[in-house]
Every structure is written in C-alpha cells, then in structure tokens.
C-alpha cells in the first residue's frame, strides 16, 4: 500500500478526531450537514467502485444502505440498554460491521446470479432488488412496518462519519491501485478482452458490489444513528438515483470528483433552502444544467499519457 495513502488516511482520522472533541462549540445544524456529507462520501465513493471503476450500472445502492441501516439500529435498540455506558462505541461499532457485512451478503446474493447481465439489463435487476428491499421492509412489523423504526440513539458523531468516509476512500483506491484492481479496470475497459487475458469478469463484478455494499451497509448504520428514525421511503428509488448522480456528476472513475461532487449535492439543497418551494425545482434544473454542458463529469479529465 501507498504510504501516501496511508498518511492521509492517518491525517484525515486525525483531523476528525479533532474536530469531533470540538463539535459541542459548533453550530448544530452545519454539524449535522457535515456528518450528512461524509455520509454521502461513503455511499458516492462505494458506488463509484462499481459504476465507475468495473463498469457496471447499479440502480440499488440505496437497498444496500437500507440493510445496513436497518440492522444496525435494530442491534443498538436491543443491546444499548443491556450494556455498561462505556461499552456503548464498542457496541455502536460492532452494530455498524454487522450492517456492512450483512449488506455485504445482500450484494453477493444479487451479485452472483445477476452479474452475467450487463448494460440496461442490470440496471432493472439492481433497481428490483432495491424495491424489494423497501417491501419488505415496509411489512416487516419488527423493525416498524410502514410507520418506520424509532427511537435509535443518537451514536453518529462527525468523528464516526469521516472516519468511515476517509477508511472508504483509502480502500477502495488501494483496491483499484493494487494489482488485483487492474482486473476492475479491464473488466471496465472490455470484458471480452479481459477474459482473452485470464481475467474472470464475473469474480470481478461479484467483488466489487460486495466491497460496494459492506460500505453502503455502513453508510447506511451511520445514517440510521444521525437521523434516530428510519422509514422505507426513505430508501427508494430517488435515493438511488441521488447517489447515481453524485458518481456521474464527479466523473466515473474519478475517486477525487466523486468526492467533490458528493459534497456539491449534500450542500446545494441546504443553499436553496431560502427559496422555500422553488428550492427542488432549481436544484433539479442545476443538475440539468451541469449534465448538459459536463456530460462527462464536472471532474473527468483525460489522463496523462505515459511516455516510454
């Protein structure tokens, strides 16, 4: 691994840390906005792994945060009561590891028998799967039905959301740096020629939507502990699209602009805010504007060409 990498990881953990041991001196509702963008550097930079990186169109990233969300505050519900005050960023830590790793599972699950498809094709069967994540949850009356989940302590600080968004991007750009990842990129650039070389796309795609979906399983329990209610609406279709466009909108493959533009779309709403009823209408003609004149992403660049 890059010590660079692992420098800024060490910094930007640091700097959380920091500003967390502060945070009782800032103003609560940009406090809250913060922690919603790191939150939303997690989910942007996880699903950039997949659509970006390997090439694929995933419409269900919002089933992943949902599964994530919803099993990690049902685990701090149940056990937050049974244990010792101290213990509480020990249990708040393990809940959030079973929301990644069981989102994690859900992403194998739709990966394995689906990632044969490609194109528009997997596209519906992603957005399926998001559907039908919200049904069920919509009907499963332990965790709230319809009327959603209550009651979930308040355990999402700014040095939890950063921490994670900052563990994000250091993985998966090792990932994709390493050489293992190269085969993300081949799978990306022509499966046919990657499996000419020895490349399984299939191992690859699995690979990334699991990695994609532990993250959004953690994005998801950090979400739950910040809002301290969950509903199945929040977790549709729109909020798919949403992190769709935060990838599209910082250029794929491009773990910097995705970063840019995830934090562009958590503020933009909060901007327009003064503009009561109008507000969703321009912030959707913005992003009509952008797409038009930046297709390619506001951040997507060509690269460098490497000279022999």
Known sequence: MNSGAKRFLLAAILVATVVSYFSEQFNRYY???AIDVGINIILAVSLNL???HTGQFSLGHAGFMAVGAYTAAK??????????AQLTPVLFLAALLAGGLL?????LAVGV??????GDYLAIVTLGFGEIIRVILENMDSVGGASGLKDIPHLTTFFWAWSFAAITVFVVTSIVNSTYGRGFIAVHDDEIAASSIGVNPVRYKVTAFVFGAFFAGIAGGLYAHHKQFLSP????FLKSIDIVMMVILGGMGR???????AILLTLLPEFLRGFAEYRMILYALLIILLMILRPQGLFSFRRKEIKN
Request: charged share 15%; glycine share 14%; proline share 5%.
């Open 75 to 84: 685990i701090s519900i149940v056990f937050s009561d049974k244990i010792p």
């Open 103 to 107: 989102a994690a599972l859900a992403g």
């Open 113 to 118: 028998p689906t990632l044969r498809l490609r």
């Open 50 to 52: 997949i659509n970006g």
């Open 31 to 33: 406090l809250g906005v």
């Open 255 to 261: 773990t910097a602009g995705v970063i840019v533009a």
């Open 233 to 236: 609406t929040g977790f549709d």
